[in-house]
Nanobody, 124 residues
C-alpha cells in the first residue's frame, strides 16, 4: 500500500553532516508515525529517531540525541533526518519506516512499511 524511498546517503568525514530524505507514495493514513532506523554489518537494526504524525512529538536514540534531528512534511509525504557531528560509529544503512499510529513508535517490529535503505559512511 505504501512505498518509501530514501535518499541522501553518502560518504562524509567525521564531524560532517548529511541530510537524509524519505518520500512516501501510494496510500497514506489519516495519522501515521515515521521513523528512521539503521543497521551496520553484523549488527541488528536499531532505532534512530521517530516523529509523530503531527510532528509535535519526537524521540531519539541516546546515541544520536543532540546530533540528529527528525522532521516531516506531510504535504509532501516526506520525512527527513538531519545528521550533524557525524561519527564513524554512525556508519550504517539507514532505513525510513512508517506505520499508522498517533504516537511515536521506537521498535522496528511496530512499523509496517520500510524503504530500501540508503548507505551512510563516516570516515575518521
Amino acid at each position: 500500500q505504501v512505498q518509501l524511498v530514501e535518499s541522501g546517503g553518502g560518504l562524509v568525514q567525521a564531524g560532517g553532516s548529511l541530510r537524509l530524505s524519505c518520500a512516501a507514495s501510494g496510500r497514506t493514513f489519516s495519522s501515521y508515525a515515521m521513523g528512521w532506523f539503521r543497521q551496520a554489518p553484523g549488527k541488528e537494526r536499531e532505532f534512530v529517531a521517530a516523529i509523530s504524525w503531527s510532528g509535535g512529538s519526537t524521540s531519539y536514540a541516546d546515541s544520536v540525541k543532540g546530533r540528529f534531528t527528525i522532521s516531516r512534511d506531510n504535504a509532501k509525504n516526506a520525512v527527513f533526518l538531519q545528521m550533524n557531528s557525524l561519527k564513524p560509529e554512525d556508519t550504517a544503512i539507514y532505513y525510513c519506516a512508517t506505520t499508522p499510529s498517533t504516537g511515536v513508535p521506537v521498535y522496528s517490529n511496530w512499523y509496517n512499511y520500510w524503504g530500501q535503505g540508503t548507505q551512510v559512511t563516516v570516515s575518521s
